[in-house]
T-cell receptor
Framework: EPEVTQTPSHQVTQMGQEVILRCVPI?????FYWYRQILGQKVEFLVS????????KSEIFDDQFSVERPDGSNFTLKIRSTKLEDSAMYFC???????????FGPGTRLTVL | AQSVTQLGSHVSVSEGALVLLRCNYSSSVPPYLFWYVQYPNQGLQLLLKYTSAATLVKGINGFEAEFKKSETSFHLTKPSAHMSDAAEYFCAVSAIQGAQKLVFGQGTRLTINP
C-alpha cells in the first residue's frame, strides 16, 4: 500500500541553524500539508500546498518557514533560523484528487538545542 | 472557523470493557470528521471518517463512531477493549470543500488495564 515517507526521522540542530525536513507524498496525490505537534500538545496545521503554491497557511507559518516541491516527488519544509520553540514533531500529509482523506507520514522529530 | 473538543485527556478502561472517547466539534460549514490513532513513536493512522454519507461509521480495529448533528458530536466507541488499543486518539474536523486542512482536538490517551 502506498505511504507517505519522511526523512530524517530525528533531526537535532543548534538554535539559529537552518533545517530542511523532507517528505515524499503518495505518488498520485496533489495536495500536500505540513503539521506540527509540540510534545504533549495537539497537532497543529502549518501550511497546505497545491499546484506549486501555498493554498493556506497558519499564523505559525511565518517568514522563517518555507515550503517547496523541488521535483515531482519531494515536498520540503525549511526553517531558516531555528528557535527553541520549533522543537516538535513535524508531520507531512497528502491527499489525492479523488479522496478526502489525508494520509500522514511517520513524522520528523526536530530538536533545537 | 472550526474547532474540536475532546472531553477527557486520559481514559482508562479494563480489557474487554467498552471504550468511549468523546469528541464535540464546532463548524460554520458542514463538516467532515475524522478519528486518527497515534501509537507511541509513530505517525497518525486514520481510524475512520464521516464524509456526509452514513452517520454511523465503522473503521478499522473494531472501532465505530456516530455523527450526531443535533449534538455536534462524533464519539468513538469500541465494544470490547484490547490491550493493543492503548494509544493516543485524535478527533479532527475539516470543511467539506475537498482537501481542506484538518483541525485537531487535544487528543485522548487511552490506557487499557489487564
Amino acid at each position: 500500500e502506498p505511504e507517505v515517507t519522511q526523512t530524517p526521522s530525528h533531526q537535532v540542530t543548534q538554535m539559529g541553524q537552518e533545517v530542511i525536513l523532507r517528505c515524499v507524498p503518495i505518488s498520485n496525490h496533489l495536495y500536500f500539508y505540513w503539521y506540527r505537534q509540540i510534545l504533549g500538545q495537539k497537532v497543529e496545521f502549518l501550511v497546505s500546498f497545491y499546484n506549486n503554491e501555498i493554498s493556506e497557511k497558519s499564523e505559525i507559518f511565518d517568514d522563517q518557514f518555507s515550503v517547496e516541491r523541488p521535483d515531482g516527488s519531494n515536498f520540503t519544509l525549511k526553517i531558516r533560523s531555528t528557535k527553541l520553540e520549533d522543537s516538535a514533531m513535524y508531520f507531512c500529509a497528502s491527499v489525492g484528487d479523488s479522496t478526502d482523506t489525508q494520509y500522514f507520514g511517520p513524522g520528523t522529530r526536530l530538536t533545537v538545542l | 472557523a472550526q474547532s474540536v473538543t475532546q472531553l477527557g485527556s486520559h481514559v482508562s478502561v479494563s480489557e474487554g470493557a467498552l471504550v468511549l472517547l468523546r469528541c464535540n466539534y464546532s463548524s460554520s460549514v458542514p463538516p467532515y470528521l475524522f478519528w486518527y490513532v497515534q501509537y507511541p513513536n509513530q505517525g497518525l493512522q486514520l481510524l475512520l471518517k464521516y464524509t456526509s454519507a452514513a452517520t454511523l461509521v465503522k473503521g478499522i480495529n473494531g472501532f465505530e463512531a456516530e455523527f450526531k448533528k443535533s449534538e455536534t458530536s462524533f464519539h468513538l466507541t469500541k465494544p470490547s477493549a484490547h490491550m493493543s488499543d492503548a494509544a493516543e486518539y485524535f478527533c479532527a474536523v475539516s470543511a467539506i470543500q475537498g482537501a481542506q486542512k484538518l483541525v485537531f482536538g487535544q487528543g485522548t490517551r487511552l490506557t487499557i488495564n489487564p
